[in-house]
């Protein structure tokens, strides 16, 4: 079998193939090793002395032609854990056998699939905007051929080119989040989706500032009046051959976010370039669904502008009118995320799916409850909740349920509007405030779920399969529950149609 995938500014080019032994010019050979278990041909002894006890991402490079290297992916376990350690440690591997040009890796029991996907995830570099003089002087891209030492099989086949489609659309997602906000703005984000959509059949309608405003889409109009670039909505379509189910996904696309009149200091301006990363995973999920057989059809809604306090900006006090009609006061001009979220969730509900699943980062709230790791998870359905945990974890992309109290719901009153968007002076509990304000956009017995990824969009430093910069969250999330099987049969979380 051959394959090559290709994605993140071109730094990351791996061919993959099926063999049951190392070719002759391979440099390296990949040795998975369990931890409490023994590495063929070296003794405990000797492994002790130096360190390696097969522990996650544990990486011995033994001298040779070819050289030998030992992968620790830790204890043998079944299941998410087992496939999360294996993703893990695949990524620390593309980092550190990155000068090799043909490697043969042994796949660790049968986790091919994330061993793929973890090596891609791993070796990802975005360098787009690095002169050549710079790529001298840092890492090369990742530019290899790998062969695994598995006997060629459809299931094989199958497994690599699941990993393969998987790690692209979460590079892809990478690719965009860390596009500074000068490059990808509204226009050339719904460009890029155009693009894509062509590539992965599926159907795209982009609007205009002008067809924005005939859909009375007043939170997205609003928010956009600050920037000179004008905002896009995009609307995305997958169609199976046959399908029972319809799932719409909404994701925030602010792509830049400077706070509005409530300008934000410049120290949180930094990541600001990242406020879209909701509307890039679910790009990023919508273009692996057809290459993975996703049997659910899936409508996606983009909301895209700028914040910015150029132009004629939202002010304190102005009151927006959503498409719905609730009129909504701004008593903060940073918390616009909420507002473009709430005119594309009326338009995902107008449509009538089974169930709506937005994503968004939309509170410093979540991040500080949850950490950079664990993602923020509201909705109105237990069912649904359940089914995007249980993705999440088999995806290695943990979610946190958070709940949406009644109780808290008068903090959203405005004395001259129905809503406010923030409540000036409330310091605790805004992360379940924004749900709640999310919330009043859903129709009742309608199932929703919404994922606040404002903690995990963006990480530091190189860390396992995550690489420092944009981190994809939340696409392997929604590919697993849209191709796992669950979401395509009728359920708790809406009829069969």
């Known amino acids: 079998m ?9 730094a990351v080019t791996v061919g993959w193939g099926l063999r049951r032994e190392p070719a002759d010019d391979v440099e390296a050979v990949v040795r998975p090793v369990w931890a409490g278990e023994p590495a063929q041909g070296l003794s405990a002894a000797y492994l002790s002395a130096t360190g390696f006890a097969g522990e996650v991402g544990q990486v011995l490079q033994l001298p040779g032609d070819p050289v030998t290297v030992l992968l620790g992916v830790g204890p043998r376990e079944a299941g998410p854990a087992g496939s999360a350690a294996v993703r893990t440690a695949a990524a ?14 042994q796949p660790p029991g049968d986790h091919l699939r994330q061993l793929v996907e973890g090596y891609l995830l791993g070796g990802y570099q975005f360098d787009r905007y ?3 003089r710079s790529r001298g002087t840092t890492e090369t891209p990742l530019h290899q051929w790998i062969d695994l030492l598995t006997p060629d099989s459809a299931g094989a086949r199958r497994a690599v080119t699941e990993g393969r489609r998987v790690g692209e659309a979460v590079l892809l997602a990478r690719d965009l989040v ?4 000068e490059a990808l703005t509204p226009q050339a984000f719904a460009e890029r989706a155009t693009v894509v959509a062509g590539r992965a059949g599926l159907s795209c309608e982009v609007w205009d500032a002008e067809r924005i405003a005939a859909e009375k889409l007043g939170g997205l109009l609003g928010v956009s009046r600050g920037s000179l670039v004008e905002p896009r909505l995009v609307r995305l379509g997958y169609r199976p051959d046959r399908w029972s189910r319809r799932i719409a996904l909404v994701g925030k696309g602010v792509t830049f976010d400077a706070g509005g009149l409530s300008l934000k200091p410049n120290a949180h301006l930094a990541g600001m370039k990242a406020d879209m990363a909701g509307a890039a995973a679910v790009l990023g999920a919508m273009s692996a669904l057809g290459a993975l057989g996703c049997e659910v059809a899936v409508d996606a809604w983009l909301p895209l502008t700028e914040n910015m306090p150029n132009g004629d900006p939202i002010r304190i006090g102005d009151v927006l009118v959503v498409r719905d009609g609730t009129t909504v006061e701004v008593c903060h001009a940073d918390a616009e995320g909420r507002l473009i979220m709430a005119d594309a969730l009326v338009l995902a509900a107008e449509s009538a799916p089974d169930a709506i699943i937005d ?5 410093d709230a979540a991040a500080i409850a949850l950490g950079r790791r664990i993602g923020a998870l509201m909705g109105t359905d237990e069912p649904l909740l359940d089914r995007l945990r249980a993705a999440a974890t088999r995806a290695g992309e943990p979610l946190w349920p958070l709940p949406l109290p009644d109780a808290y719901r008068p903090q959203l009153r405005s004395k001259v509007a129905d809503l406010v968007n923030y409540t000036l002076g409330t310091r605790h509990g805004t992360a379940l405030l924004a749900g709640l304000f999310l919330r009043e956009f859903i129709p009742p017995g309608l199932p929703w779920a919404h994922l606040d990824i404002q903690g995990t969009a963006l990480c530091d430093a190189d860390d396992g399969e995550w690489v420092a910069g944009g981190t994809g969250f939340g696409v392997r999330t929604l590919i697993e529950l849209l191709t796992a099987g669950a979401m395509s049969r009728p359920g708790p979380t809406g009829p069969a149609r």
């Open 130 to 132: 690095r002169s050549s």
């Open 178 to 181: 860390n596009e500074p906000g």
């Open 2 to 10: 051959g394959g090559r995938a290709a994605r993140g500014a071109a």
């Open 359 to 363: 994503l968004a980062t939309l509170t």
């Open 92 to 105: 620390v591997l593309a980092r550190a056998v990155r000068p090799y040009r043909r490697l043969a890796v």
